[in-house]
């Protein structure tokens, strides 16, 4: 029998995380440098949803998929959640310049608080605009903020006090989870980009 040495060998000294050379240019992400510098974040917010919402889509549709539901659920909790709060970001920042008012960039990841932030810009960029499902918003995000109040509940099973994330859950329907996150980023999504749009045609006046 041939002894083999541990642990087997799986790294070499050419390997690296960049290399612009590789053969299959179709999978070529542009990053950094080649990202607009006007709409570049959201990219991000985009790219988090997107993978949510593929992982959720494999699990509905293909059972047999090796991807156990109990812990495809925190990938799957995080990345909707940062989806929003990229989203909340970008409101407060673009209906900021919409409507010309000064303030600091936002901080924090508390969606809820960001969501109080945002409202009241979004709600002065548009006046005659039907804002009721706003209230909606104010409760989702609070819902949301109750479970994972800084974004570390989907990444780690403790917080740094040892208390353990989710504790009050036994039960995550992850299919139910992922209607409500993709309604609630479409219509920020929307009203996002009606702002951009209107920040748009203005700045060609």
């Known amino acids: 029998m041939t002894e083999q040495s541990w642990p087997p060998r799986s790294l070499e000294p050419t390997d690296h995380f960049i290399d612009e050379k590789q053969p299959d240019w179709h999978l070529n992400a542009c990053v950094g440098r080649q990202l607009p510098n006007e709409r570049g974040g959201l990219y991000y917010s985009d790219g988090f949803r997107s993978a ?3 992982l959720v ?3 509905i549709e293909r059972p047999d998929i090796d991807l156990p ?12 959640r940062h989806n929003l709060e990229l989203l909340l970001k970008f409101l407060i ?5 919409l409507i010309s008012e000064s303030g600091d960039q936002p901080r924090g990841h508390r969606l809820d608080k960001l969501w109080m932030t ?3 810009i979004v709600e002065r960029c548009f006046d005659e605009a ?3 499902q706003n209230d909606i918003v104010t409760s989702l995000m609070s819902e949301l903020s109750g479970l994972d109040p800084n974004g570390e509940a989907a990444r780690y099973m403790e917080s740094n006090k040892g208390m353990k994330h989710f504790a009050e859950l036994a039960l995550l329907n992850i299919r139910h989870f992922a209607d409500i996150a993709e309604r609630l980023s479409e219509y920020l999504s929307t009203v996002l980009g009606t702002i951009e749009m209107m920040d748009s045609q203005r700045c060609e006046c």
């Open 52 to 54: 949510a919402r593929r």
């Open 57 to 59: 889509e494999d699990l």
């Open 69 to 80: 539901v109990d812990t495809a659920v925190y990938p799957i909790v995080f990345l909707y």
């Open 93 to 97: 920042v673009r209906g900021r310049w």
């Open 118 to 120: 945002a409202r009241p």
């Open 130 to 132: 039907d804002w009721s």
